[in-house]
């Protein structure tokens, strides 16, 4: 094995009635990156993804879940079945591993993948879907993956389907994420973000509930410019900005806010957009401190870490209104 990846899928839908458009992140699961060669065992070998059917097997033999200790997260994660792999080529139960496990043999479920060859790379990929969806109490925020894989031969004769197991690296998957852009009425962009988050140590420090998500992370929108001539790397921030105010939504949070867009002329030399940036706020030592945190009287250091942007198409209308592009 290479490496390992998270994945994720973009999806964007506009409401033109509503002047609404929304783009949604989507974690996918893992890309696993392997090594040359393949096909050791002959044609049709699969990449297995080894799972305890219930039998309580040794963590470093089959594959594991969990949430991240940083974060107060009380979503409880489901025992992994090939349920929570959906893109999955083939599923078998009862194929035995290579390994002993008390000096007896043990039997395992296996979600098994087709690798594909990346020539650039000069490595073998897999994309392997996660899915803990219904199967787990709560949506996770950043929930570990640690997965445990092995060369699996479908037509091999028993018991020799499976090569002896490989543990991967820890991979985080990344949680949902939905931001919604919408034009008012008097011409301002309203702005939302949705989706699992939890608080940490700060949010702690901060009180409990609203007070404490609000102080574990920021949101921000910012509207861009840079000329048409210009490449993505020529991006400046305009003095439309807004932080984004944290309030209950359901059983959760979202993140909401409204900005004015800069004014322009038509046709406009400059090209526009929204960015939204969603950053986590960490306790940190004064000489890497980006900014503070008071609560209760008490001021720390903090320095954030960004985990979530993305950007929506403005354009500029004939009155030199700057508008979202739907």
């Given at each position: 094995?290479?490496?390992?990846?998270?994945?994720?899928?973009?999806?964007?839908?506009?409401?033109?009635?509503?002047?609404?458009?929304?783009?949604?992140?989507?974690?996918?699961?893992?890309?696993?990156?392997?090594?040359?060669?393949?096909?050791?065992?002959?044609?049709?070998?699969?990449?297995?993804?080894?799972?305890?059917?219930?039998?309580?097997?040794?963590?470093?033999?089959?594959?594991?879940?969990?949430?991240?200790?940083?974060?107060?997260?009380?979503?409880?994660?489901?025992?992994?079945?090939p349920a929570n792999f959906p893109n999955a080529?083939?599923?078998?139960?009862?194929?035995?591993?290579?390994?002993?496990?008390?000096?007896?043999?043990?039997?395992?479920?296996?979600?098994?993948?087709?690798?594909?060859?990346?020539?650039?790379?000069?490595?073998?990929?897999?994309?392997?879907?996660?899915?803990?969806?219904?199967?787990?109490?709560?949506?996770?925020?950043?929930?570990?993956?640690?997965?445990?894989?092995?060369?699996?031969?479908?037509?091999?004769?028993?018991?020799?389907?499976?090569?002896?197991?490989?543990?991967?690296?820890?991979?985080?998957?990344?949680?949902?994420?939905?931001?919604t852009a919408a034009m008012t009425a008097d011409?301002?962009?309203?702005?939302?973000?949705?989706?699992?988050?939890a608080a940490n140590d700060a949010g702690e420090?901060?009180?409990?509930?609203?007070?404490?998500?609000?102080?574990?992370?920021?949101?921000?929108?910012?509207?861009?410019?840079?000329?048409?001539?210009?490449?993505?790397?020529?991006?400046?921030?305009?003095?439309?900005?807004?932080?984004?105010?944290?309030?209950?939504?359901?059983?959760?949070?979202?993140?909401?806010?409204?900005?004015?867009?800069?004014?322009?002329?038509?046709?406009?030399?400059?090209?526009?957009?929204?960015?939204?940036?969603?950053?986590?706020?960490?306790?940190?030592?004064?000489?890497?401190?980006?900014?503070?945190?008071?609560?209760?009287?008490?001021?720390?250091?903090?320095?954030?870490?960004?985990?979530?942007?993305?950007?929506?198409?403005?354009?500029?209308?004939?009155?030199?209104?700057?508008?979202?592009?739907?």
């Amino acid at each position: 094995m290479s490496h390992t990846v998270p994945t994720f899928t973009w999806e964007r839908t506009v409401d033109t009635e509503a002047h609404r458009v929304t783009r949604t992140r989507r974690s996918a699961g893992v890309r696993v990156h392997l090594r040359r060669p393949w096909f050791s065992s002959g044609d049709d070998e699969l990449l297995a993804v080894v799972l305890d059917p219930g039998s309580r097997l040794p963590a470093e033999l089959v594959t594991r879940c969990g949430t991240d200790p940083v974060w107060a997260n009380d979503s409880v994660l489901p025992r992994l079945r090939p349920a929570n792999f959906p893109n999955a080529a083939v599923t078998a139960t009862g194929r035995l591993l290579a390994e002993t496990v008390g000096g007896a043999p043990a039997a395992v479920t296996v979600a098994a993948y087709v690798p594909e060859y990346d020539a650039q790379l000069g490595l073998w990929t897999c994309d392997i879907d996660v899915d803990l969806g219904d199967l787990a109490d709560s949506p996770a925020y950043f929930p570990y993956l640690r997965p445990v894989f092995a060369r699996y031969q479908p037509y091999a004769v028993d018991p020799l389907h499976l090569s002896k197991a490989v543990t991967g690296e820890f991979v985080q998957l990344m949680p949902d994420r939905t931001v919604t852009a919408a034009m008012t009425a008097d011409g301002r962009i309203r702005v939302g973000l949705r989706g699992p988050a939890a608080a940490n140590d700060a949010g702690e420090f901060a009180g409990p509930g609203r007070d404490g998500m609000a102080a574990s992370r920021r949101v921000t929108a910012t509207v861009q410019q840079r000329a048409r001539s210009g490449s993505d790397l020529d991006w400046t921030a305009t003095d439309a900005t807004a932080e984004l105010t944290c309030t209950p939504d359901g059983t959760g949070f979202a993140w909401t806010g409204e900005l004015t867009p800069p004014p322009s002329r038509f046709p406009s030399p400059s090209l526009y957009r929204l960015l939204v940036e969603e950053s986590e706020t960490c306790f940190t030592d004064r000489t890497t401190a980006t900014g503070t945190l008071t609560a209760h009287g008490v001021t720390r250091p903090v320095a954030r870490r960004l985990v979530h942007a993305d950007f929506f198409g403005l354009t500029t209308t004939v009155f030199g209104r700057v508008v979202l592009e739907e």
